[in-house]
């Protein structure tokens, strides 16, 4: 049940294909083996309306991965490094790239049609 939150500079969805980039990340994580349900899998960016950051170019994408509790710490770290490399391949020249994991702790509630 992998949540990818992505928070970007603005504009970056006018230069980057934000989409193929969610596509791929939903992929990557439908096909993980500590993910016994694809259809769970949430990717979405959100553009930040002003930034600014420390370093040159101005340029951001800060991944958020909110996961269930129970996957080990090496399969953390394995998401964590998947959507990292996902992100410098989708966006090579953006200024800086971050995941943080945390934890979706119950009760989480949803409803789906």
Known sequence: ????VIEHSKGL???????ALCDTLWQAFAEHRS???PDTVRVRTIAATASRIGVAPQTFAAATLLLLPGRDEDTRAE???????ALQTALPDVG???VR???L???YLKRML
């Open 101 to 103: 994991l945390d934890d």
């Open 96 to 98: 800086s790239l971050t």
């Open 79 to 85: 998401l964590a490094q998947m959507t990292l490399d």
């Open 13 to 19: 969805d006018q230069s980057h294909d934000l989409q």
């Open 105 to 107: 702790n119950p009760p």
């Open 1 to 4: 049940m992998p949540h990818i």
């Open 35 to 37: 993910v016994s349900a």
